[in-house]
């Protein structure tokens, strides 16, 4: 500060100064700080440096302030004192060399009165200077005296830039005073600012220095540079001109392109390098190529300069002129013609590919050819298209530089019709074991071979056949085993030999398959049942028969063996077997092989079957099982006396007819001069002992024939019964 300055504080009683800081002692027993700061010594509490702002540390009731070099004393006004800053020699009181003391420290002191400020005045002093403070390539002379101002003693030592230069190490010896005419040589100054120090100590050692600026210039070289061309294709290019240097100092310099070096340093002895320097065509890049010269003297290590320029490397894109045929396809193939041309007149290599595999060449691109190369009838076999979409490309380049290859393609389709098949006949409705049939024509209207195959309910039935030649008739059974009852749904599906057979088409239809019940036709005729038993679809038949509700056939209510159908049961049932003089019920239950069941119920009168001897009355003699209900009874007679003739009825309770009806008598049993006579009329009643009627009856209807009982007067009394037997041939 070279003026006189007020900083901005009022109210100061007292100022103490370090070696680069200063406190204010305030009238109101604070104190303001500023300056020097790396050990805490402004009271900040750290060692932020330089303290620039006045600053209001954290203390009071401050009777005295004292600055040491770089610490600082506050006495306070009940007599203790507090210190802070560095400690180094324990100059803070606190017993100990920790440093720096950042907080104010009360060392074990009290009733201090004053403190003082101790200021080493100079001894020694310079009285000189340096003959020049600006240079290039010149020395430097210090020149001056060395003096004691207390008429003591004197040594000195210079320095350049800290670096001590005289004498080597140490001091010059002691002496009342130094002329000194020294030359600093320019070798021993840096390129820029340079502080020449003359420090000087007198005999108590007490030191003092003088310090002095010099400064080397040095002006970069002087460049002038242009190329014979800025944007060229496959040329060179020649850098020309100049670079020179205003001190004179030799120069040398170096070429880069996009940073990388393309001419390394040249030195030229010589103030100015004239240059001409061709760049060669494979140095440079394609597109933007930023050239650079970078230039320095050779003074101190040199003065770095660098020029730039911009050389532009074009190439025009090749171009390509296609055309394909046909880019709808199904067995044709494809044929490429094409004609790639430069306009720079490079060489230009190709390769084509097809769905992204290269097919020509082999590997790689072509050997480059100068433009335009044609290509002519390229054909891609049909067996390397896919079906449907096909790209086919050409990549193309030229052989300048590293530019990228161009692509051109098109997009070819290969078309497959699928076959079409018309039905010509097929059954819709099948029975139980009938075979469904579908008969047609499959076509293709490319004439492929065609192939089939038939799914029923999502299941194959017949898988792919072989490839035929179309037209091809269809003629394909579907076994009833396969189908299901009720609706099937039926898929014949058809394909072609074209690449990957796609895409398969269908024809469906319905198939239904049904089942009719078995048949029962149940007549009852008295007690004779007859079950016709059949099966509309012919499928075999099984049965059982209830009567009343319990098993009659078979007995233990299973249903028959499975047989061919039809069946008849035909029984007569016997009174032990029925419930006679009441309702019975008769239950057939038949039932297919596919488990299709029908119930068939019928009721009858349980009587008496078989031929019956009854009375003219119509009280039957005996059951049908042969026991007595009651005896034809003659009473007693008298030997050689004959009965009365006696009708009885002879009646069909069969439930079918039956002719050549014969009775017959046993006289076994009569004693000896008794016999029974039979005859058909009571008038005149005609003794036999058999009697025959071919004659037929049917359910319910009879004939009446007479009896009688004969002796002779030789007939031995008795008491006997006898046994009348009938007989009859059933009919159907």
Do not use: H, M
């Given at each position: 500060q070279l003026t006189l300055y007020t900083p901005n504080i009022t109210g100061v009683k007292q100022v103490s100064c370090g070696n680069y800081h200063t406190v204010f002692l305030m009238e109101d027993g604070t104190v303001?700080?500023?300056?020097?700061?790396?050990?805490?010594?402004?009271?900040?509490?750290?060692?932020?440096?330089?303290?620039?702002?006045?600053y209001t540390p954290n203390i009071t009731g401050v009777k005295q302030v004292a600055c040491g070099n770089t610490h600082t004393v506050f006495l306070m006004e009940d007599g203790t004192v507090r210190t802070v800053g560095l400690?180094?020699?324990?100059?803070?009181?606190?017993?100990?060399t920790t440093t720096p003391q950042l907080t104010f420290y009360n060392p074990n002191t009290s009733g201090v009165k004053h403190l003082f400020d101790y200021v080493l005045t100079e001894t020694t002093e310079f009285q000189g200077n340096i003959d020049k403070t600006i240079v290039h390539n010149e020395d430097v002379i210090l020149s001056g005296l060395t003096v004691n101002l207390n008429?003591?003693?004197?040594?000195?030592?210079?320095?350049?830039?800290?670096?001590?230069?005289?004498p080597s190490n140490g001091y010059t010896p002691l002496a009342g005073s130094y002329d000194i005419n020294y030359t600093i040589y320019n070798n021993q100054l840096n390129l820029g600012d340079n502080t020449i120090t003359i420090a000087m100590s007198d005999e108590n050692g007490k030191e003092n220095s003088a310090s002095f600026s010099a400064v080397v210039t040095n002006e970069i070289p002087v460049v002038s540079l242009s190329f014979d061309s800025s944007s060229v294709h496959n040329g060179n290019?020649?850098?020309?001109?100049?670079?020179?240097?205003?001190?004179?100092?030799?120069?040398?310099?170096?070429?880069?392109?996009?940073?990388s070096e393309i001419k390394p340093w040249e030195s030229i002895s010589n103030p100015t390098a004239n240059i001409n320097f061709t760049i060669q065509n494979d140095l440079l890049i394609m597109g933007s190529n930023n050239i650079t010269v970078e230039f320095k003297d050779n003074f101190k290590g040199g003065q770095l300069g660098s020029w730039n320029g911009l050389i532009d490397v074009l190439d025009n894109n090749p171009t390509a002129t296609v055309t394909v045929t046909p880019i709808s396809s199904h067995y044709e193939d494809i044929v490429v013609n094409a004609t790639l041309d430069d306009v720079d007149m490079d060489n230009i290599s190709y390769k084509i590919s097809l769905n992204g595999k290269q097919i020509f060449p082999v590997i790689g691109f072509t050997t480059p050819?100068?433009?335009?190369?044609?290509?002519?009838?390229?054909?891609?076999?049909?067996?390397?298209?896919?079906?449907?979409?096909?790209?086919i490309e050409i990549e193309y380049?030229?052989?300048?530089?590293?530019?990228?290859?161009?692509?051109?393609?098109?997009?070819?389709?290969?078309?497959?019709?699928?076959?079409?098949?018309?039905s010509t006949s097929e059954t819709t409705t099948i029975s139980s074991k009938q075979n469904a049939v579908i008969v047609g024509s499959l076509t293709d209207i490319e004439l492929d071979r065609v192939a089939y195959r038939v799914l029923a309910n999502g299941e194959i039935i017949t898988d792919w056949s072989d490839f035929f030649q179309q037209p091809y008739i269809v003629n394909t059974t579907i076994p009833f085993s396969r189908l299901n009852f009720g609706a099937n749904s039926v898929v014949l599906e058809f394909k072609d030999n074209f690449k990957t057979n796609l895409p398969i088409n269908s024809y469906s239809t319905t198939i239904t398959k049904t089942n009719n019940k078995p048949l029962v036709n149940l007549?009852?005729?008295?007690?004779?049942?007859?079950?016709?038993?059949?099966?509309?679809?012919?499928?075999?038949?099984?049965?059982?028969?209830?009567?009343?509700?319990?098993?009659?056939?078979?007995l233990d209510g299973t249903l028959t063996p499975l047989a061919t159908q039809p069946r008849v049961y035909n029984h007569t049932f016997t009174s032990n077997e029925v419930v006679t003089g009441s309702s019975n019920t008769i239950t057939v239950t038949a039932q297919d092989e596919f488990g299709e069941q029908v119930i068939v119920s019928g009721t009858f009168e349980g009587v008496y079957t078989g031929i019956m001897f009854a009375d003219i009355n119509g009280n039957y003699y005996s059951t049908d099982l042969g026991e007595i209900l009651f005896y034809l009874d003659f009473g007693t007679i008298t030997a050689g006396q004959t009965t009365d003739s006696v009708p009885i009825r002879v009646i069909n309770k069969n439930g079918y007819k039956i002719t050549n009806i014969s009775l017959s008598r046993d006289n076994n049993t009569?004693?000896?001069?008794?016999?029974?006579?039979?005859?058909?009329?009571?008038?005149?009643?005609?003794?036999?002992?058999?009697?025959?009627?071919?004659?037929?009856?049917?359910?319910?209807?009879?004939?009446?024939?007479?009896?009688?009982?004969?002796?002779?007067?030789?007939a031995e009394p008795a008491s006997s019964n006898f046994i009348i037997y009938v007989k009859g041939d059933p009919i159907g």
């Open positions: 303001r700080t500023v300056g020097y700061n790396a050990f805490g010594q402004c009271g900040t509490g750290n060692t932020t440096n330089p303290q620039l702002s006045l400690n180094t020699n324990g100059q803070c009181g606190t017993g100990n008429d003591g003693q004197v040594q000195y030592k210079i320095l350049v830039n800290d670096i001590q230069i005289y290019v020649i850098l020309s001109g100049s670079i020179s240097d205003p001190n004179g100092d030799y120069v040398s310099y170096r070429v880069l392109n996009n940073g050819t100068i433009a335009p190369i044609n290509i002519t009838d390229y054909s891609i076999p049909n067996t390397l298209l896919n079906l449907g979409s096909n790209i380049k030229d052989n300048f530089k590293s530019f990228p290859s161009i692509k051109w393609n098109q997009t070819i389709n290969v078309v497959n019709n699928a076959p079409a098949f018309t007549s009852i005729l008295s007690t004779t049942v007859t079950a016709d038993i059949s099966d509309p679809d012919s499928d075999n038949i099984q049965y059982k028969i209830e009567l009343n509700g319990n098993p009659f056939f078979p009569l004693p000896v001069g008794a016999s029974i006579e039979l005859s058909k009329t009571d008038a005149p009643f005609s003794p036999s002992d058999a009697l025959v009627y071919p004659v037929i009856l049917d359910f319910n209807e009879e004939i009446i024939f007479y009896i009688r009982l004969a002796t002779n007067i030789n």
